[in-house]
């Protein structure tokens, strides 16, 4: 079976808003072992839709319409769905009844009389509920009298809040229903090793399951691994063995990204966490209380762009500034010992580095980047050298540090934390 | 003259990249008074390709295409165009110059001899130089012989950092270049006013220019104003409007972000920046960092996540977070205070609130922020209440306070900083 993504409104042409449901969607295919085989932008324009449409429809056999559900003029995908298969729209009680109230709940007033268009669905349609919006979704299956017979359409509204979980948990099991066979898939987060190098780790165990399919994603701080099969038993056996191949690496299957890792990993010991942070300026701590619940254990960072708050607020001696620089391992190591004085965390993260695209050196070129870990007792400064520009640069160190609290957390050696770090000698 | 685009590569089906492709030449069409009619996004695979490339040739007149043109065999664009047009592949001596010069720039040893089939390109296509990477770019003018005559084709390496500057400095002039009658345009940034105020507000400039083409982008820190003409003067006196209109609302021709113009007014003050941050949890500092030199204005931040940071490291006094609460004008006050102390900067911003999911209470409901800032002598302490996701809260928040300090620094009042601020009586 193949599916097409049509994603609908002039907002994603005229670059003003990215499109993020597409790679959300094809994500959450990937998990089912399929993903989208064409996917369309087109305007909020009635002859642009049905175009779409067309083409999709010949091209697919389930298409997954996102955005113009809403109550205003420009929002016209039912209708053109309607037009397209020569359908009637009508107006569903049921759908009124959900719309009159979700908008009681949201308390801001009486309910335009426009918004009732929401309720509108082409005949034969059913209608998928949305716990997080007005408009509902849309589930066509589209038989003998319609132009396309046996193909499917599910209509969803265009804002990710409502989208992404109408799709994961009422469309997506549509999609898997409609698959010819049962697919089993488990998805990985392998942090601190390249995609090259997780692809030639998992020859052998390819090699053990033929029938077994294997996608790869790589993310700034992790590679994502999907398995797929027609098999149950495959997957089992087959996930036993990358559990032990990539022990040290794998993310729990529980977190999404290694900031949420160190959390749990932090809460679990009843450890607390601090920052100090120079070049990467207060990402990491962004990354940190990104996840709901952060306060439980993250006191604070101070995020130290100049030197004389290096020395004011963290105590680095102006010695080590003079003398070896801001950008040095003596200064990272000194920031830890500040962090502990000023936090009395259990645990911290130090970075200090060049960014660019300025102030690189031939002794301290651009990416030049320590980074100090402490973890109880233990603690740990490293010195890498990173690519890119200065958003990878910032970006690379916020997922190293963060990696290697993950590993000194668990008690692993840092060969497992990611890049190629040289182990300063301590000051 | 219709624009389409096509975006190659199975990450972005895959949902591994989001495509930001799109949104960047979509924005910077928009400039020059255009949007792309159709995107697609297809897997690297050949006979999609093609199918494609049929699609977009016969709705739209200038197809843009972005991925597949490095050297591993899933880069199969320009065969796939060559098959498409029944031209040949040659190897362009003037490629392979360009490409072994970039490649020993580099200093990454011998050139991997499969590189050099990036210089493959279709008989009669021009050469796009590629400043950014090995790929080069091509642009394609149909003629007589070919399927689709008078019809044009630009190629471009996929990845963001080759291919932004590539469109907006040689493949945007070849789109202007083809466009019927010559188009004149300015892009305002303004900040503060929601879109539907913008929109309401350039009702009467519209009504004095009927020529005046005009689009709106919402971001969460400012509202993008395109206005297009085919006549120079109408944009010029339009532009004087618009400019009068919005005098205290607008940034600088020359800043792409609120952070970006905050560090502009700073450095011609030589003034000083520092921040406290709570709920934002340091969003405000990575939004200032990312802008390169930062580090001359920023000294530096603390975010102060628990309340005992807040006490130790800003001098928040235990009566204050005991009474009042840390999500209270008192404390935003407080951290003002503290930051004078701990940073001795000219301007501060303090923030402090319920970002969500948990946390709220029927007084203190999620999305309650309170915001101050300082600039030399003057302060304000500001209460909003923001809706939306967690992430909507802290981005709002950010927001909020980089445009508040905006206004102060230019001496504006403070209803043009945006959202409702209810002032708070300083304690």
């Known amino acids: ?24 969607m094809g994500a959450k295919l990937l998990e089912a072992g399929i993903y989208p085989q064409m996917a369309l932008e087109v305007p909020d324009r009635s002859e642009d839709v049905i175009r779409a449409l067309k083409i999709l429809m010949k091209e697919t056999d389930f298409v997954l319409v996102s955005g113009g559900l809403g109550p205003t003029s420009d929002d016209l995908t039912k209708p053109a769905v309607a037009e397209f298969l020569g359908r009637k729209l009508f107006r569903s009680e049921e759908a009124v009844k959900a719309i009159t109230e979700r908008w009681a709940s949201m308390k801001r007033g009486e309910l335009p009389l426009h918004f009732l268009s ?23 299956q589209l038989g003998e009298k319609d132009p396309f017979p046996g193909k499917r359409i599910a209509m969803m509204p265009g804002p990710p809040s409502e989208l992404n979980p109408m799709f994961d948990l009422q469309v997506l ?29 998992m020859q052998k165990i390819i090699a053990a399951f033929p029938a077994l399919s294997v996608a790869y994603c790589a993310a700034p701080e992790f590679v994502k691994l999907f398995i797929t099969s027609a098999n149950a038993e495959t997957i089992q056996k087959a996930s036993g063995m990358i559990r032990r191949e990539f022990e040290k690496e794998l993310l729990s299957d529980e977190t999404k990204s290694v900031a949420e890792e160190v959390l749990l990993l932090l809460k679990e010991k009843a450890f607390t966490l601090s920052l100090a942070e120079s070049c990467t300026g207060g990402l990491i701590s962004q990354l940190v209380t990104n996840v709901p619940g952060a306060s439980e254990v993250y006191s604070g960072g101070i995020v130290c762009y100049s030197n004389e708050v290096k020395n004011r607020l963290l105590c680095v001696e102006e010695t080590i500034l003079r003398e070896h620089g801001a950008v040095s391992s003596q200064c990272a190591g000194a920031m830890l010992e500040g962090l502990k004085k000023a936090f009395g965390s259990t645990c911290g993260i130090s970075v200090t580095g060049i960014a660019g695209p300025g102030g690189g050196t031939p002794e301290k070129p651009v990416g030049l980047v320590y980074i100090g870990v402490f973890c109880g007792e233990n603690s740990h400064v490293g010195r890498y050298l990173f690519r890119g520009s200065r958003e990878q640069v910032r970006a690379r160190s916020a997922a190293v540090a963060l990696n290697t609290l993950r590993c000194m957390l668990k008690g692993y050696d840092l060969s497992c934390a990611g890049s190629i770090a040289f182990t300063c000698p301590r000051s």
Chains 1, 2 share one sequence.
């Open 1 to 24: 079976m193949k599916v097409g993504v049509l994603c609908i409104g002039d907002e994603l042409l005229k670059g003003a808003v990215i499109n993020t449901n597409l790679g959300h």
């Open 118 to 140: 929401q309720a509108d669905i082409p005949e034969g349609a059913e209608l998928i509920p949305n716990h997080y919006g007005t408009a509902p979704g849309i589930f066509l």
């Open 173 to 201: 099991p549509l999609v898997k229903n409609a698959l010819d066979g049962k697919l089993f898939s488990f998805l990985f987060h392998i942090a601190g090793v390249g995609e090259s190098r997780v692809e030639e780790r």
